[in-house]
């Protein structure tokens, strides 16, 4: 959109260089429209980029929503709402739950090592208190896991 409006703005100066004969105003009147009409069109993908930015969801919203796609029985996609959580906001409460409720979904999903993974990262870290309303269901799904 940027080159747009350069090349717009170097086709005006052009115009306005040329000398001055019959229909020469018609095409400085064309040019100025033109950077107009590409000026609007930056300034509209910049509000739709500020948009974008403010419209990212929380990890909250999106553990909620990955519970609710588990729920649902679609694991695929429960798995990559909650991979993302757990990559992209390591350091929240978020990601203890997300962390968990991409281990049921491994586990319903029947990829028992991949479930017995999430568990198992749940117990190691049970000590710190963020992880420790996890560590008795993680440890439950350890045993189911070591009988599959």
């Given at each position: 959109m940027r080159s747009r409006l350069a090349a717009a703005?170097?086709?005006a100066a052009l115009c306005v260089g040329l000398p001055a004969h019959a229909g020469s105003d018609d095409r400085i009147s064309s040019a100025q429209q033109t950077v107009s009409a590409v000026t609007q069109d930056a300034k509209n993908v910049d509000a739709a980029i500020q948009k974008a930015k403010e419209d990212v969801r929380s990890p909250e919203s999106r553990v909620t929503n990955g519970e609710l796609?588990?729920?649902m029985k679609d694991y695929d996609r429960a798995?990559?709402?909650?991979?993302?959580?757990i990559e992209g906001f390591p350091e929240t409460p978020?990601?203890?739950?997300?962390?968990?409720?991409?281990?049921?979904t491994f586990y319903a999903a029947k990829d028992y090592l991949a479930a017995r993974r999430d568990y198992r990262a749940l117990v190691k870290r049970g000590n710190e208190p963020r992880f420790q309303p996890y560590?008795?269901?993680a440890l439950t799904r350890l045993v189911d896991v070591s009988f599959r």
């Open positions: 703005v170097s086709l796609l588990f729920r798995l990559v709402v909650l991979s993302e959580v978020s990601m203890v739950d997300a962390l968990y409720w991409r281990g049921e560590v008795a269901k």
